[in-house]
Nanobody, 116 residues
Framework: QVRLVESGGGLAQAGESLRLSCAAS????????MGWFRQRVGQEREFVGVIKFSSGEAWYGNSVKDRFTISRDNAKNTVYLQMNTLKPEDTAVYYCNAIKYGLNYWGKGTLVTVSS
């Protein structure tokens, strides 16, 4: 059973930065990709970004492009989400996602709150 544990959420002011981490319970090279989604109160889960482990290619949602960056550390089985120039609308629960053999795995989420 794949287990994903997010960390790094918290409170930030608009314009500040936060970095989220997602540690996987098994070796990262077994995953096709890992990424992040977020869910704001009363809204559906939204794609934030994803990184392909083999190539390091990354893709981002339009609302975070040019502000957020995904990176990976294969040795630590960890993926990171660097969030810069945070906005109040970035307030959400952020979920880590991993894809392995066509199956999706999810972490329990970490809350990010951005005040204006």
């Amino acid at each position: 059973q794949v287990r994903l544990v997010e960390s790094g959420g918290g409170l930030a002011q608009a314009g500040e930065s936060l970095r989220l981490s997602c540690a996987a319970s098994e070796r990262a090279f077994s995953f096709y990709a890992m990424g992040w989604f977020r869910q704001r109160v009363g809204q559906e889960r939204e794609f934030v970004g994803v990184i392909k482990f083999s190539s390091g290619e990354a893709w981002y949602g339009n609302s975070v492009k040019d502000r957020f960056t995904i990176s990976r550390d294969n040795a630590k089985n960890t993926v990171y989400l660097q969030m810069n120039t945070l906005k109040p609308e970035d307030t959400a629960v952020y979920y880590c996602n991993a894809i392995k053999y066509g199956l999706n795995y999810w972490g329990k989420g970490t809350l990010v709150t951005v005040s204006s």
